[in-house]
């Protein structure tokens, strides 16, 4: 789990420094462009296509948006569950494991909630669709 959890950040660590690196001040370096040139030439890549995706787009969104309403209304009755648990002396407030748990699934739904991890995304594909577009 530990492993995953390392792999998962560092991948995401990657990406953002990926985005940041990309482009200097919105202008392609020259190392850029020479890598842009040779994924054109080996990839048919058509920025054109997703936007006849919005429909599937928008059916996406909302069902992110009923998982993650989902999600947190279950994240607070397990929160709730443990509180009773440990009123009557079943649990313990002391369980690091159940707490860095729920702070690991809380931040992810946030962020899912908020779109944080929505708007790198976004980002991230924007710098990608202006360097295949040549900067349009």
């Given at each position: ?103 690991i699934s809380l931040l992810i739904i946030v962020f899912v909630m908020s ?14 669709h202006s360097l295949a577009t040549g900067g349009s």
């Amino acid at each position: 789990m530990k492993r995953l959890v390392k792999n998962f950040i560092t991948a995401i660590a990657g990406l953002f420094v990926l985005t940041l690196t990309a482009c200097k001040d919105g202008v392609p370096t020259s190392t850029d462009d020479m890598y842009m040139k040779q994924i054109k030439e080996s990839y048919g890549f058509k920025p054109g296509i997703l936007d006849s995706m919005d429909w599937f787009l928008l059916i996406g969104g909302t069902a992110v948006t009923v998982v993650t309403v989902a999600a947190f209304i279950f994240w607070l009755f397990k929160l709730l569950l443990r509180l009773a648990s440990i009123q009557r002396g079943k649990a313990t407030l002391k369980d690091e494991v159940f707490w860095k748990r729920m702070g690991i699934s809380l931040l992810i739904i946030v962020f899912v909630m908020s779109s944080v991890i929505f708007t790198f995304l976004e980002n991230f594909w924007e710098m990608i669709h202006s360097l295949a577009t040549g900067g349009s």
